[in-house]
């Protein structure tokens, strides 16, 4: 491992901050104190969890016709251009197919012939943090969705979503949730299973589950 030196910033004049705002939104502060990522699953999600889940984090909330071939959508998070290149499936439990969240409908739909997919993405999810008795979420970009509007989607895509898998972090944390971030995409495993013609990309796992029972 290579030993890194920090960069060092000029110094001017100090201005400290108040620390007021656990004062003026103290049921955030409250939630971002504990936020942590966790792995004690004692259960995978239900339904109901996933249901309040993504309403507070990724439910579509107004729809706008566009000139781009799809609607734009402002959800409870950003995303550029308001396009939500990025999708998330749902392994709910070990062995079962995925299920694809649907922000506009707010519904959950099977992707039918999927569960051998889904549970190959699980055994190397398993290589990296045991998956025990969590739930599966797999962060899928369609690239060409943000291509529509931007010359250099790229950049774009890792960024919407980083902001997604944080709102989510948060919700879950506010639901009394285990949430953990993986460090592996699921790319290129993900994507060709789901779509032969190359327009879809694999950005993110994430374990989600019960901390305890009921």
């Given amino acids: 491992m290579d030993r890194y030196t920090p960069v060092a910033w000029p110094q001017g004049d100090c201005r400290p901050l108040d620390t007021t705002g656990a004062y003026l939104a103290p049921h955030l502060a409250a939630i971002l104190a504990t936020r942590r990522s966790r792995r004690d699953f004692v259960a995978p999600a239900t339904k109901g969890d996933l249901s309040a889940l993504f309403d507070l984090s990724a439910r579509t909330q107004e729809a706008r016709i566009s000139d781009l071939g799809f609607d734009l959508e402002f959800r409870r998070h950003p995303a550029s251009g308001a396009i939500h290149s990025i999708h998330c499936l749902v392994q709910e439990r070990r062995g079962e197919e995925w299920n694809r969240y649907d922000a506009k409908r707010h519904e959950l739909v099977t992707l039918r012939g999927s569960s051998d997919a889904a549970q190959a993405i699980r055994l190397a999810a398993d290589e990296v943090v045991p998956t025990g008795n969590a739930s599966l979420i797999a962060f899928i970009a369609e690239p060409g969705k943000t291509a529509a509007k931007y010359d250099c989607p790229e950049s774009l895509i890792w ?18 949730l285990g949430f953990c971030p993986l460090g592996i995409t699921g790319d290129p495993m993900i994507a060709n299973t789901l779509d032969q013609q190359g327009r879809l990309r694999g950005v993110g796992l994430a374990l989600l ?3 305890h029972l009921g």
């Fill in 209 to 211: 589950g019960r901390l």
């Fill in 159 to 176: 960024r919407d979503a980083g902001v997604m898998l944080g709102y989510i972090s948060i919700a879950a944390e506010a639901l009394g």
